[in-house]
């Protein structure tokens, strides 16, 4: 039958069942079949051939027809399964019932009233007949998510067969051992199956399936007291999943092993499709829902006898949570895993920028949102694999694409949710000492980036993207500005050497911030100075001997130290102040940074195209929400600083209590003013300005700046090279105050954060699912869909 018929036919079944005002009996096949079983419609096809409008005039007008619609599409994914889709015939089923259930289900899960269905049992839908009564009443999902799981090992429709010649008996779907046939050689699996273009199609379809199913929680508002535990998901990773090892073996593997570069032959991709790409971003986006757990919950019972002997097995770990998948992730341990895991993340991330060298030599991805996610959740689950990050300068091949991103991104309002996680996944490094160890290693890889060009080390690399990203974003960034400032404070005390550029662009963040207007303009702006202060104190305390770049800028800046110690309190200078602001609207001065030329090659970051999709995220925990002090012993161990009542990081008084404090834009500040308005006081300001922790600096300069001012007037000099030469050989010992103790504020896991997880990773994969769009013009509560 031609394509254009079998369209055609599908096409009445449809408007059959869209006029039907009576129940069609489920027992009526010549019916039913109509949708599946004398047809060959893509995926594609389904969505056109099966408009919104009329699912939903079904779903209000014929209920029942549309519940024996899934249920006999369940039925026959059941079956398939099953028989292990023997036929030519039973796979074209599987595939027809597969697309049209991911075309139906969004329209059963936003609507309250069907929310229960799929978990409904439905009488008689057993697995199979003859079994057992209590099997029998196995809930819709239940059965379909079995379903899908079988299906995704079926020889000769998803995997390869292991037997020898067709005369052998075809592999019985019950027996089979879905471990021996999992889909890429990586973690816990050596061998490496021939790429099959048929297979790789018919998984992407089934894990489509099944990411819709995992979507119903795009159908529920963000509930910050809920524990966030999907049931599709709950029930998919439990051990009523035979097969959920292999499968995430199989998940993992297959994206981590992934190489689009078109096994290395330059404009490959022209001239082939590559039919792995949408298998591999499918597998990314199954792997972070299923793993999308709030770790501050977790520790569940005890987990069966299923990983023993594989690659998960780890005898020190206690039994972790009830979620296989997170299970599994967190217990991975073998060095050469890891290392698998981490250079396949890093090859896919580096990918874009690889496009700057040789234009569209090799194929571009764009999951990079999604593989940003699963290593956020790799290194938050195992603790193992976030210390062999750190271990070696491996890290710096996933820190060069985040600051790629980061860069790139600042300008786009459509794009903030990436510039989060970028920041957060820095947050989360800059909390172990190595990661600022690592930061010292030269920086001589050139992608081209929108930043003034420098010589220097990677730290350098991240002060610049930093400060480019503060003096150059857009307003939406400034949430993240104590942020990014905590890492650098994180990262300082071990920088070895910053370049001469480096040590401006810290300068000039001091400068902009502790301008009188920008200090008084709202109640947490003054915690920006503080950061920057105990950048330059850990520096100067404990790197002092490589830092002559650094010193020499804080001499020449001497006088904004000076401003800050003498800040003026009261009225007339604070009603000043704000005057001021009144006429300056630009959030920070971009004078006073010389900014150097951009890098060959680069692009300048550029602003969303006006109409750009963007879904809405919800609001970040202050950072004093989100990390967790804690102070460097001698020996280098960390000793956590937390149980004291909290302070907030400047002002000695509690930190305002609030159910959630949210960040500076929504605090509701300490003295309000009559409107509602936070307006600043003299004894506000006097509050924290006494806690300025200027001493070190200003013994610095009350010691060196006579001596530089000395040279200059003996040499006649203007010359910065020979007051740098007598920086780099001066010494401060018994000079400054006693060093004090390193604080490190560590990332810790929050309720808040795995909220903002949630959505962000279901707005990248509602956005990035338009061919077909399975989520689109559906009516979605997690987030709002907005244009710019």
Same mark, same amino acid.
């Given at each position: 039958?031609?394509?254009?018929?079998?369209?055609?036919?599908?096409?009445?079944?449809?408007?059959?069942?869209?006029?039907?005002?009576?129940?069609? +009996?489920?027992?009526?096949?010549?019916?039913?079949?109509?949708?599946?079983?004398?047809?060959?419609?893509?995926?594609?096809?389904?969505?056109?051939?099966?408009?919104?409008?009329?699912?939903?005039?079904?779903?209000?007008?014929?209920?029942?027809?549309?519940?024996?619609?899934?249920?006999?599409? /369940?039925?026959?994914?059941?079956?398939?399964?099953?028989?292990?889709? =023997?036929?030519?015939?039973?796979?074209?089923? /599987?595939?027809?019932?597969?697309?049209?259930?991911?075309? /139906?289900?969004?329209?059963?899960?936003?609507?309250?009233?069907?929310?229960?269905?799929?978990?409904?049992?439905?009488?008689?839908?057993?697995?199979?007949e003859g079994e057992d009564d209590d099997e029998n009443a196995r809930p819709l999902a239940e059965s379909l998510l079995l379903a899908i799981a079988d299906l995704l090992f079926c020889p000769e429709f998803t995997v390869q067969s292991h037997r020898r010649s067709p005369v052998d008996l075809a592999e019985d779907m019950h027996s089979l051992d879905s471990c021996e046939y999992i889909w890429e050689a990586g973690v816990g699996f050596a061998h490496s199956p021939q790429p099959n273009y048929v297979h790789d199609m018919n998984r992407t379809e089934l894990l489509k399936l099944l990411l819709t199913c995992f979507s119903e929680a795009m159908y529920l508002p963000?509930?910050?007291?809920?524990?966030?535990?999907?049931?599709?998901? =709950?029930?998919?990773?439990?051990? +009523?999943?035979?097969?959920?090892?292999?499968?995430?073996?199989?998940?993992?593997?297959?994206?981590?092993?992934?190489?689009?570069?078109?096994?290395?032959?330059?404009?490959?991709?022209?001239?082939?499709?590559?039919?792995?790409? #949408?298998?591999?971003?499918?597998?990314?986006?199954?792997?972070?829902?299923?793993?999308?757990?709030?770790?501050?919950?977790?520790?569940?019972?005890?987990?069966?006898?299923?990983?023993?002997?594989?690659?998960?097995?780890?005898?020190?770990?206690?039994?972790?949570? !009830?979620?296989?998948?997170?299970?599994?992730?967190?217990?991975?341990?073998?060095?050469?895993?890891?290392?698998?895991?981490?250079?396949?993340?890093?090859?896919?991330?580096?990918?874009?920028?690889?496009?700057?060298?040789?234009?569209?030599?090799?194929?571009?991805?764009?999951?990079?949102? !999604?593989?940003?996610?699963?290593?956020?959740?790799?290194?938050?689950?195992?603790?193992?694999?976030?210390?062999?990050?750190?271990?070696?300068?491996?890290?710096?091949?996933?820190?060069?694409?985040?600051?790629?991103?980061?860069?790139?991104?600042?300008?786009?309002?459509?794009?903030?949710?990436?510039?989060?996680?970028?920041?957060?996944?820095?947050?989360?490094? %800059?909390? +172990?000492?190595?990661?600022?160890?690592?930061?010292?290693? #030269?920086?001589?890889?050139?992608?081209?980036?929108?930043?003034?060009?420098?010589?220097?080390?990677?730290?350098?690399?991240?002060?610049?993207?930093?400060?480019?990203?503060?003096?150059?974003?857009?307003?939406?960034?400034?949430?993240?500005?104590?942020?990014?400032?905590?890492?650098?404070?994180?990262?300082?005390?071990?920088?070895?050497?910053?370049?001469?550029?480096?040590?401006?662009?810290?300068?000039?963040?001091?400068? $902009?911030?502790?301008?009188?207007?920008?200090?008084?303009?709202?109640?947490?702006?003054? @915690?920006?100075?503080?950061?920057?202060?105990?950048?330059?104190?850990?520096?100067?305390?404990?790197?002092?001997?490589?830092?002559?770049?650094? /010193?020499?800028?804080?001499?020449?800046?001497? %006088?904004?130290?000076?401003?800050?110690?003498?800040?003026?309190?009261?009225?007339?200078?604070? @009603?000043?102040?704000?005057?001021?602001? =009144?006429?300056?609207? !630009?959030?920070?001065?971009?004078?006073?940074?010389?900014?150097? $030329?951009?890098?060959?090659? %680069?692009?300048?970051?550029?602003?969303?195209?006006?109409?750009?999709?963007?879904?809405?995220?919800?609001?970040?925990?202050?950072?004093?929400?989100?990390?967790?002090?804690?102070?460097?012993?001698?020996?280098?161990?960390?000793?956590?600083?937390?149980?004291?009542?909290?302070?907030?990081?400047?002002?000695?008084?509690?930190?305002?209590?609030?159910?959630?404090?949210?960040? =500076?834009?929504?605090?509701?500040?300490?003295?309000?003013?009559?409107?509602?308005?936070?307006?600043?006081?003299? !004894?506000?300001?006097?509050?924290?300005?006494?806690?300025?922790?200027?001493?070190?600096?200003?013994?610095?300069?009350?010691?060196?700046?006579?001596?530089?001012?000395?040279?200059?007037?003996?040499?006649?000099?203007?010359?910065?090279?020979?007051?740098?030469?007598?920086?780099?050989?001066?010494?401060?010992?018994?000079?400054?105050?006693?060093?004090?103790?390193?604080?490190?504020?560590?990332?810790?896991?929050?309720?808040?954060?795995?909220?903002?997880?949630?959505?962000?990773?279901?707005?990248?994969?509602?956005?990035?699912?338009?061919? #077909?769009?399975?989520?689109?013009?559906?009516?979605?509560?997690?987030?709002?869909?907005?244009?710019?």
């Amino acid at each position: 039958m031609g394509s254009a018929d079998s369209k055609l036919n599908f096409r009445k079944a449809v408007i059959q069942l869209t006029t039907k005002t009576q129940p069609v +009996e489920a027992t009526d096949d010549a019916f039913w079949d109509q949708f599946w079983a004398d047809t060959a419609t893509s995926v594609q096809d389904v969505f056109a051939l099966v408009p919104a409008a009329e699912i939903r005039a079904v779903r209000e007008e014929s209920p029942s027809n549309l519940a024996t619609l899934c249920y006999k599409a /369940v039925e026959k994914l059941v079956q398939g399964a099953e028989s292990g889709c =023997r036929s030519e015939k039973e796979k074209q089923i /599987v595939l027809n019932c597969s697309r049209l259930l991911t075309r /139906v289900l969004p329209y059963i899960f936003e609507d309250p009233d069907w929310r229960g269905f799929f978990w409904s049992t439905v009488p008689g839908a057993g697995r199979g007949e003859g079994e057992d009564d209590d099997e029998n009443a196995r809930p819709l999902a239940e059965s379909l998510l079995l379903a899908i799981a079988d299906l995704l090992f079926c020889p000769e429709f998803t995997v390869q067969s292991h037997r020898r010649s067709p005369v052998d008996l075809a592999e019985d779907m019950h027996s089979l051992d879905s471990c021996e046939y999992i889909w890429e050689a990586g973690v816990g699996f050596a061998h490496s199956p021939q790429p099959n273009y048929v297979h790789d199609m018919n998984r992407t379809e089934l894990l489509k399936l099944l990411l819709t199913c995992f979507s119903e929680a795009m159908y529920l508002p963000p509930a910050p007291d809920s524990d966030g535990t999907n049931p599709w998901v =709950r029930f998919f990773c439990s051990t +009523e999943n035979r097969h959920a090892l292999p499968l995430f073996t199989s998940l993992l593997n297959t994206v981590c092993a992934y190489d689009p570069v078109g096994y290395g032959i330059p404009y490959n991709h022209l001239l082939f499709s590559d039919y792995r790409e #949408p298998l591999v971003e499918e597998a990314a986006q199954v792997l972070i829902v299923t793993l999308d757990h709030d770790g501050a919950a977790s520790a569940g019972p005890t987990v069966d006898g299923t990983t023993t002997g594989t690659a998960m097995d780890d005898v020190d770990q206690p039994p972790g949570p !009830e979620n296989l998948f997170v299970n599994y992730l967190s217990r991975i341990h073998r060095e050469e895993d890891f290392q698998f895991v981490l250079k396949g993340i890093a090859r896919l991330l580096s990918n874009p920028l690889l496009q700057t060298y040789l234009p569209n030599s090799t194929k571009k991805i764009q999951f990079h949102q !999604e593989l940003l996610v699963l290593f956020w959740k790799l290194c938050d689950f195992n603790k193992k694999f976030l210390f062999f990050v750190l271990k070696s300068s491996d890290v710096l091949d996933i820190l060069v694409p985040i600051l790629y991103f980061l860069n790139d991104a600042r300008a786009d309002q459509s794009r903030v949710g990436l510039m989060h996680i970028g920041v957060f996944i820095l947050l989360l490094l %800059s909390g +172990e000492r190595n990661f600022g160890v690592r930061l010292n290693k #030269p920086y001589s890889v050139r992608v081209p980036m929108d930043i003034p060009v420098f010589t220097g080390t990677h730290a350098d690399l991240l002060i610049v993207v930093f400060h480019k990203i503060i003096t150059s974003g857009h307003q939406r960034l400034q949430p993240l500005f104590d942020c990014l400032l905590t890492i650098v404070v994180n990262v300082s005390p071990y920088l070895k050497s910053l370049s001469m550029v480096a040590a401006n662009k810290l300068l000039h963040l001091l400068e $902009a911030f502790s301008t009188t207007w920008f200090l008084f303009s709202a109640s947490q702006n003054h @915690h920006l100075v503080f950061f920057l202060l105990e950048v330059f104190n850990n520096i100067i305390q404990y790197q002092f001997d490589g830092n002559s770049n650094l /010193v020499y800028a804080i001499i020449r800046k001497r %006088s904004v130290f000076h401003q800050l110690a003498n800040l003026p309190s009261d009225p007339p200078a604070i @009603h000043k102040a704000l005057q001021r602001r =009144r006429k300056a609207p !630009e959030p920070l001065s971009r004078s006073g940074s010389q900014e150097g $030329a951009s890098m060959e090659g %680069s692009r300048p970051a550029a602003p969303a195209e006006p109409g750009t999709l963007k879904t809405s995220l919800v609001a970040t925990p202050g950072i004093d929400k989100l990390t967790e002090k804690s102070q460097v012993s001698e020996d280098g161990t960390l000793r956590s600083l937390e149980p004291a009542p909290p302070q907030s990081p400047a002002d000695g008084s509690p930190a305002e209590e609030e159910p959630s404090p949210m960040w =500076r834009e929504q605090r509701r500040p300490s003295s309000a003013s009559a409107s509602g308005q936070w307006s600043p006081t003299p !004894e506000w300001v006097l509050s924290w300005k006494a806690k300025l922790p200027l001493q070190t600096i200003m013994r610095l300069l009350q010691v060196l700046v006579p001596q530089v001012e000395k040279i200059c007037i003996d040499k006649g000099l203007t010359d910065e090279s020979e007051i740098l030469r007598f920086l780099q050989h001066g010494t401060l010992v018994g000079l400054l105050p006693v060093p004090h103790p390193i604080l490190i504020r560590k990332y810790q896991a929050n309720s808040g954060t795995a909220m903002w997880f949630r959505t962000y990773m279901w707005g990248v994969i509602y956005l990035r699912n338009v061919d #077909p769009p399975v989520w689109y013009d559906t009516d979605v509560k997690l987030f709002e869909i907005q244009r710019v």
